[in-house]
């Protein structure tokens, strides 16, 4: 027990420098491969089709019937790449919110990320399912129909997809950010986007507010991948160890103190010597007989419990 106390500033004071990694799938190389995804699924009903674009609801019935009939097969390829793109998405969120807590953040901002990325993975995969429906065959004969489902797609993949995602990027930027765990132009930048991704929510009932969504969907795909390669990995020099950090510079303190204090009053145990320093010589196995049986100091039941240390109120006997 002595040799394991005497260890204790030099040893497990720096635990730290050795802290366990994150155990995660790489947050940068998931919003790498979800924005791949996701481009690739608007393109192809885009650049593939040409002219006329992919129909947004505000369109007659007879510029949207058509083109479902036409180009069923690249809206079966958006389908499929649509909810391809959020599995990576749930991913990334589930996993990002997992590191922060591991970091040791415990702010309502964690859960608030939670509840926006789920429901963005969520909206997506739901927006796939909705578009791979309308490219099956015979659907899109029925005008009123095809024109009900291209609303609620675009209900999933519009605005349910915009609003949860500024819900995600506030959470993950106020947690992150304010910890300094990202660097600040990122918090600030998924802050902005954050806000644009709310104010996206009234483009159901104003349409000059739709430029909103892809204000907020195309930058967030940098803001994405920037945060997964920058949140860091282990929880050394994070927010979960400043405490410990600060006490382990405590104990280091007070065991130099108190090792120069007995030097300069020659032996311990005599009448003049200092009662901390002895005691804190004693809690750290070190000094004469009479000073290791000394209680060990108050501090050191702090460091006892976020692990620190494991000396009993007297070592050395």
Not at 4 to 30: K, V
Not at 99 to 118: K, N, P
Not at 224 to 229: K, S
Not at 262 to 287: D, E, F, H, K, P
């Amino acid at each position: 027990m002595t040799t394991q106390n005497a260890a204790f500033i030099d040893g497990r004071a720096h635990r730290n420098d050795t802290e366990q990694r994150h155990p995660s799938p790489n947050l940068g190389l998931l919003a790498v491969i979800f924005t791949v995804l996701k481009l690739a699924s608007l393109g192809v009903v885009s650049v593939f089709t040409g002219n006329p674009a992919f129909p947004s609801p505000q369109q007659p019935p007879n510029e949207i019937v058509p083109y479902f009939q036409t180009y069923a097969a690249w809206v079966l390829s958006c389908a499929f790449l649509q909810f391809g793109s959020a599995i990576p998405f749930g991913l990334f969120a589930v996993s990002t919110v997992s590191r922060l807590r591991f970091l040791g953040i415990r702010a309502a901002g964690v859960e608030i990320a939670l509840f926006g990325g789920l429901m963005v993975a969520f909206d997506s995969a739901a927006s796939g399912f909705v578009l791979w429906a309308l490219a099956q065959p015979d659907i899109a004969s029925d005008a009123v129909l095809t024109q009900a489902m291209n609303f609620l797609q675009f209900a999933f993949g519009g605005p349910g997809f915009a609003v949860p995602l500024g819900l995600f990027l506030a959470g993950v930027s106020i947690s992150a950010g304010l910890t300094r765990l990202i660097p600040r132009w990122l918090m600030w930048f998924g802050l902005i986007l954050a806000v644009i991704g709310e104010l996206s929510w009234f483009s159901m009932v104003v349409p000059g507010a739709l430029f909103l969504i892809p204000l907020t969907r195309f930058p967030a795909f940098v803001w994405l991948i920037a945060a997964g390669f920058l949140l860091p990995k282990s929880a050394s020099g994070s927010a979960a160890t400043d405490g410990d950090q600060v006490l382990a510079t405590n104990a280091r303190m007070h065991e130099e103190r108190a090792t120069a204090d007995v030097r300069r009053r020659a032996q311990c145990g005599n009448a003049t010597c200092s009662i901390a320093a002895c005691a804190t010589l004693a809690a750290l196995g070190r000094g004469t007989p009479e000073v290791r049986n000394m209680p060990a100091p108050r501090w050191l039941g702090r460091l006892n419990r976020v692990g620190y240390a494991e000396t009993p109120r007297n070592i050395g006997k």
